[in-house]
């Protein structure tokens, strides 16, 4: 990876399973924990993956409030438990998830094939505290608002696709394909081979996609309720997300071109202007 990367040896330095273990937390906590930034990771050298180097687990655990305050920040809440965190009615809850005001941090699918979505209890906390919110929480919901729940809005999917991106770029780091590859991630294949139109290129960007959020077998009812989650749905989205990995393509071209045969012409792509990463900016909490 390109930049001042610090990489750790096996021997000062811990897998995620063990880091999980040492820490108290369940490996789904310790992701969660690595993607919301609280716990550092550092490139394998070898290849692997990431690791958790001795000092940040000591870091860690040195803190007063361990392992408390640590399980707290990554407490993660369903519909139900988030409509008693803001002391709403469940229903009034899931409008005011709909309409945006609350982004989820993760989801599931249920044996009924419905997605679950999960809020981060320290969020929701400091939401219901906001006294800026409190129209949200008590009183008639606008009318505007109530004429766009009617018409079927529901921010819950995008908003989360707009939180992992920014999950996935934490973890892509300083290198440009990587941090290309994160915004390929919520695309499918045929759109990214539209925009990525050097084969030589798309090859490279191919090595640094992310490990894909599925459920289920491939092509099953709970992989495509899954997909439609994941993958950008909204024209204006997808258009951003397009201008965004043609801008990232043409930056990462220019610092670290794609490995080709010597004979191979390089790319001509046109850069085009970024529209996701700065609504990123302003719609991530």
Known sequence: MSGN????????????????????????????????????????????????????????????????SLLERVETVGTTEAAKVLDVPVGRFTRIARLGAVVPVNFYLNRYR????????????????????APWLSGHTPPGLRE????????????????????????????????????????????VAEIVLDPYERAHLTRFLPKPVTYGAAGSAAAQ????????TDADEIGWIRADLADAVSKARGKEPA??????PP???AERPRGLMGWLRRRTP
């Open 259 to 264: 490995p080709r045969p010597s004979s191979a």
């Open 5 to 68: 990367i610090v990489t750790a040896p096996p021997s000062t330095s811990l897998t995620p399973s063990r880091a999980a273990r040492e820490l108290g937390l369940k490996r789904g906590q310790f992701d969660l924990a690595v993607n919301l930034g609280r716990i550092r990771t550092v490139p394998d050298e070898g290849g692997g993956g990431r690791r958790v180097t001795r000092v940040e687990i000591d870091r860690l655990r040195e803190r007063d409030d361990f392992p408390e």
């Open 114 to 133: 419905a997605v679950v979505w999960l809020y981060l209890a320290e969020e929701l906390r400091q939401f219901a505290t906001n006294e800026n919110n």
């Open 148 to 191: 766009q729940l009617k018409e079927g809005v529901d921010l819950r999917a995008r908003n989360w696709r707009v939180r992992h991106l920014g999950f996935l770029l934490r973890q892509a780091g300083e290198h440009p394909w990587a941090q290309a590859a994160a915004v390929a991630a919520l695309l499918d294949p045929v759109q």
């Open 225 to 232: 309720v899954a997909e439609r989650i994941v993958r950008a």
């Open 267 to 269: 790319s001509a792509e």
